[in-house]
């Protein structure tokens, strides 16, 4: 006998419906992708699992909420943002972003290395990194996105185009235009983000 496949838009009205057996073949069918990207993001296991298990507890909880998931055939996309929100959420949170110093055009924070310095410099430094986390919040959201992908997760602009689904080229777009913005809201703002 024949089972129909059924895709995702019809496994969630099951689910929602009553059927528990609908959500778990949506976490079987999408747990390999969704696991990765997140493990790609934060490289340590038990985080990713950690992680992992916040998503789907989150995509549950939207799911059983009233008029908070619009379905539009989009599961997948859906359960990949809230993994990708909730590894940024993560990183703030413990105010752990790795800061990135490469030597690329795109580095926001190229500077020196803070080897001995005296608690005002060091000060000062912690403040300029707050400014430009400000600056990157109040960019748009694909702005934004790249700009912490390349910046405290050290993706490659490969990277972030496969988890943004976007060509490589909108993805360096999208930082170019970052910078563009960023380097504006300094100016307007006359602001100094000069290292000590």
Known sequence: MLTKVLND??????????????FELLLARHKRKVWSHIYLLVRDRELTEDLFQDTFIKVVHTLKSTNKYNEEGKFLPWVMRIAHNLVIDHFRRVKKMPLTRSKDDHDVFATLCQTDKNVEQRMVNVQIDADVRKLIDTLPPEQRDVVMMRTYLSMSFKEIADHTDVSINTALGRMRYALINMRRMIKENEMVLERA
Not at 9 to 22: D, F, I, S, T
């Open 9 to 22: 838009q019809e496994l969630v009205r099951q689910y929602l419906e009553g059927n528990e057996k609908a």
